[in-house]
T-cell receptor
């Protein structure tokens, strides 16, 4: 089946650091990937839609200069949390769309902790 | 935006019991998806439903797409400890959109 790999699974860093999270589709090409944020005991909140070769589309309230998204190939999208602060600590999850009519397949998430 | 009302919010059941959870909305959907999320992991797709009235099984799991296209349920039969987790219903946010809207989840606890 479709596999999405997300890396790293966990990262702890100091306030002010920029952190990059990778999302790869391992056995299929994904023209569209999605980035979500999930707070404890809450549902997934869509942050942005990442389209290969074009700019990401951000949801209302999500700062695009804070959360930089790059989708440079059909199998890789990256989310960079710039100048991270403790309030950016969260569980970030990516998903990839396998093709028209296909459901999203999710990565295993990245637990980001900013000290 | 479109909202999915998922219930119950949480449930505690004895191992071996059957479980039922559902999602409703005031909006019509063309697709219903059911995901399971284990702690510290991403959601895993369990069942996808694409047609009103469709009833689909995946092992001990059965899900149905409501006739009105405004609801769906997920049943788990003969629950086992590894069924523990959070179950989410989801659907696409609008016609032609691949963005997902999620329910708030049902947290399932199974007592051995």
């Amino acid at each position: 089946g479709a596999v999405v790999s997300q890396h790293p699974s966990r990262v702890i860093c100091k306030s002010g650091t920029s952190v990059k999270i990778e999302c790869r589709s391992l056995d299929f090409q994904a023209t569209t990937m999605f980035w979500y944020r999930q707070f404890p005991k809450k549902s997934l909140m869509l942050m942005a839609t990442s389209n290969e070769g074009s700019k990401a589309t951000y949801e209302q309230g999500v700062e695009k200069d804070k959360f930089l998204i790059n989708h440079a190939s059909l199998t890789l999208s990256t989310l960079t949390v710039t100048s991270a602060h403790p309030e950016d600590s969260s569980f970030y999850i990516c998903s990839a769309l396998g093709g028209s009519g296909q459901p999203q397949h999710f990565g295993d998430g990245t637990r980001l902790s900013i000290l | 935006g479109q909202q999915l009302n998922q219930s119950p919010q949480s449930m505690f059941i004895q191992e071996g019991e059957d479980v039922s959870m559902n999602c409703t909305s005031s909006s019509i959907f063309n697709t219903w998806l059911w995901y399971k999320q284990d702690p510290g992991e991403g959601p895993v797709l369990l069942i996808a439903l694409y047609k009103a009235g469709e009833l689909t099984s995946n092992g001990r799991l059965t899900a149905q797409f409501g006739i009105t296209r405004k609801d769906s349920f997920l049943n788990i039969s003969a629950s086992i400890p590894s069924d523990v987790g959070i179950y989410f219903c989801a659907s696409y946010s609008g016609a032609g959109s691949y963005q997902l809207t999620f329910g708030k989840g049902t947290k399932l606890s199974v007592i051995p």
